[in-house]
């Protein structure tokens, strides 16, 4: 099995900076792609950053330039950066990863974080 545990979220004024991790521990072999979800009061979850095995990034257009998703595949950790945070970022945050469990097995599990909240006062 596998667990991944979110940690830093909280609550932050307008313009402020966090910084989430999200630590994935148990049977690994190696893990693909690394993301951010987000998931605001009566919305979708929507993507916010994903990061490959080779350090690609992707971001979606609301966090350009403000987020900066990185990874640690010794600590098999991903980390998301939040700066210049607005109102309208405030959500859950969800990270996910695909795993793979055997050398001999390309097969990919997503596993998902518990989540964390998230709150940027104005």
């Known amino acids: 099995q596998v667990q991944l545990v979110e940690s830093g979220g909280g609550l932050v004024q307008a313009g402020g900076s966090l910084r989430l991790s999200c630590a994935a521990s148990?049977?690994?072999?190696?893990?693909?792609?690394m993301g951010w979800y987000r998931q605001a009061p009566g919305k979708q979850r929507e993507l916010v950053a994903t990061i490959t095995s080779e350090d690609s990034t992707n971001y979606v257009d609301s966090v350009k330039g403000r987020f900066t998703i990185s990874r640690d595949n010794a600590k098999n950790t991903v980390y998301l950066q939040m700066n210049i945070l607005k109102p309208e970022d405030t959500a859950v945050y969800y990270c996910?990863?695909?795993?793979?469990?055997?050398?001999?097995?390309?097969?990919?599990?997503?596993?998902w974080g518990q989540g964390t909240q998230i709150t940027v006062s104005s």
């Open positions: 996910n990863a695909d795993i793979r469990y055997r050398r001999d097995s390309t097969n990919l599990y997503r596993y």
């Open positions: 148990g049977s690994i072999f190696s893990i693909n792609t």
